[in-house]
């Protein structure tokens, strides 16, 4: 194919072997290849999550080679694949397919579903490039800094919270500060359910952090997941200035040549349990083999050469290649599925960009499995009907527009398959404000996903949220609280406890917390009074925290924002820590002492 020849279109399918799909690629051409298989890779992949998620049932796509055939080498090879990068390009808007280099929270949804919680222990980790693009996984030092090195390429600002014993960074791009969590797969929203939040809100008013599901869509709310991630908050001193992330250098992927007769395999098929990495094995690990698939580098070299490379590889030394005898030295590198794009059913473009002439090959596999139609969503309100056959998994979505933009975590959710879901659970009615709401959903059914259901729209019909709430002082150890009058009843809560959990919400008080689980708890008893709303005041006992929450034909409000008695004293409340051992993080989280009021 000529330089510059326009479209190819290669219509090789899959047949009861499998198949081949190559095309011969010279810079600036463009071509496109057709994959006549049923499904493809994006319906057979399943949702990444905090926890490691399922291996995919099979793969279309088994393996991919790009390969120099022409004389010259070919520097930083950029191969495209339906728009997106097949190798490290300098843009990370480009790998992670982010249109809107404004749109933090565009990004933030992006990076979730690209990575998983589990660590190398090396430093590349912080380089966004390495963890998108090599491992695929890391703790929360690794993802703070990548994170922020991205948005500071954007020209955000970029600040450490200060947490204890977890590290997150806000960052702020011409607007308020947010708080996203890349390690916990976790943003926090404030009580309109559309705003995201800072660790000043959050210091503030800990209810938002505790209502916040914590490890993504594979997992739901629990209380003690949610308050072990809350108590984090506790006794940070907001005095305290906080730590500025400055990017010193922006980060890139290592420069590289594919020299003739050189190239680059990746093998989505195999992984090694030890895989060679920036000077030093990975240790094997069970999250990173459940995601990541292996690169392969050909390349003709002497017998007994030991090479480590990260991905993609580095220059030789030399900045030559060797050539000699017929020895072939394979060099296995860790490399994760978000970096390597799926063909889809149809027509694929494919294009490069940069100097001499490469051989692009897909080894396809024959796949015999059914696509699947999306379910049929019926419902309203708070109840949902899901009409599907033989579907094991269900992964539904709620939002407060169309476009599902922004997804609250806690209804982001991937579960076994249920034909029914209620949104009875009072912590989910927390994140739904009156108004306008879209429900979508898909399934699962012989390891092949269906895609997104048409949006359904629904109305939540919900008391407001109470407004104008005052307290006023009265006589004795009674406290006159007062606010806007409306339907139903009102429910008043009190507590010493500044990150009290109204008893609506849950029955126990968590009062010692070790390695993750409660220790040590107590009934949680803090409704000071039950009256109508129309009243608009009660005489309740004197507590250091208030909360107002609205009730009418069974349905709560947002509960209100923090009322805080200036004079009454505040009870230490539940905090941990990390303890580090050996350079790793063990993850055991020590409870300390705690005098409740």
């Known amino acids: ?212 599901q914590v490890f993504g869509r594979l997992a739901s ?29 922006a980060p890139s992927p290592p420069p590289w040549s594919l020299f003739p007769r050189e190239k680059l395999v990746i093998d989505l098929a195999r992984t090694p349990d030890r895989i060679g990495a920036a000077r030093e094995e990975l240790r094997a690990n069970p999250a990173l083999r459940a995601v990541t698939c292996v690169a392969e580098f050909h390349s003709a070299r002497p017998a007994g050469d030991k090479l480590a490379l990260p991905y993609p590889p580095i220059d030789r030394p030399a900045g030559e290649p060797i050539y000699e005898a017929s020895t072939e030295k394979v060099v296995a590198c860790q490399a994760t599925l978000a970096q390597f794009p799926s063909l889809r059913t149809g027509k694929n473009l494919v294009e490069m960009k940069g100097s001499g002439r490469i051989r692009l090959t897909f080894d396809i596999d024959a796949i015999d499995r059914t696509p699947v139609s999306p379910p049929v969503v019926r419902g309203g309100k708070l109840h949902f009907h899901f009409e599907a056959e033989g579907a094991d998994r269900l992964w539904w979505q709620l939002a407060a527009t169309s476009d599902f933009h922004l997804v609250p975590p806690n209804f982001d959710r991937v579960t076994a398959f249920a034909s029914d879901l209620t949104l009875s659970s009072p912590i989910d009615q927390t994140f739904l404000s009156p108004g306008e709401h879209f429900l979508r959903a898909k399934i699962r059914r012989d390891g092949v996903w269906s895609d997104w259901s048409p949006p359904l729209r629904i109305q939540t019909d919900k008391p407001p949220q109470p407004r104008a709430v005052q307290l006023e002082g009265a006589d004795g150890d009674q406290m006159r609280i007062r606010w806007k009058p409306g339907q139903g009843e009102m429910l008043v809560f009190g507590s010493a406890r500044l990150d009290f959990l109204p008893e609506v919400y849950g029955g126990i008080e968590v009062t010692r917390m070790e390695n993750g689980a409660v220790r040590e708890s107590r009934p949680n008893r803090n409704l000071l009074a039950t009256v109508p709303a129309k009243d608009g005041e009660a005489y309740v006992p004197v507590r250091s925290c208030y909360r107002l929450i609205a009730r009418d034909q069974g349905l709560l409000s947002v509960p209100s924002p923090l009322a805080r008695t200036p004079t009454a004293p505040l009870a230490r409340v539940l905090q941990t820590r990390h303890e580090k051992t050996g350079g790793a993080i063990t993850g055991r989280d020590v409870a300390v002492e705690m005098e409740i009021k």
């Open 221 to 249: 709310w629990e209380l003690a997941a949610a308050w072990q991630n809350t108590s984090r908050f506790e006794f940070v001193e907001a005095s305290r200035s906080q730590k500025r992330f400055h990017l010193k250098h």
């Open 1 to 212: 194919m000529r330089r510059g020849a326009g479209f190819l279109s290669l219509l090789i399918g899959s047949t009861a072997f499998g198949a081949t799909l190559e095309v011969d690629l010279r810079e600036g051409d463009r071509a496109t290849v057709e994959l006549a298989s049923p499904v493809d890779d994006a319906h057979l992949a399943n949702p990444v999550g905090y926890f490691p998620p399922e291996k995919p049932a099979a793969r279309v796509v088994r393996r991919i080679t790009v390969e120099n055939i022409g004389p010259v080498p070919v520097r930083n090879p950029d191969v495209r694949i339906n728009g997106a990068p097949l190798l490290p390009v300098g843009d990370p808007l480009q790998t992670l397919g982010v249109s809107d280099p404004r749109d933090l929270l565009g990004l933030f949804a992006k990076w979730r579903d690209r990575a998983i919680h589990a660590t190398t222990d090396l430093e590349a980790n912080e380089n966004p490039f390495a963890l998108l693009h090599v491992f695929g996984a890391g703790f929360c030092g690794d993802y703070t800094r990548a994170l922020a090195a991205i948005t500071a390429m954007l020209g955000a600002e970029a600040r450490f919270a200060r947490l204890n014993g977890h590290s997150v960074i806000e960052h702020r791009l011409g607007g308020d500060w947010m708080l996203l969590d890349g390690d916990q797969n976790l943003f926090y929203l404030g009580w309109d359910n559309q705003t995201p939040v800072s660790e000043d809100d959050i210091l503030a008013d800990p209810l938002l952090a505790l209502r916040t």
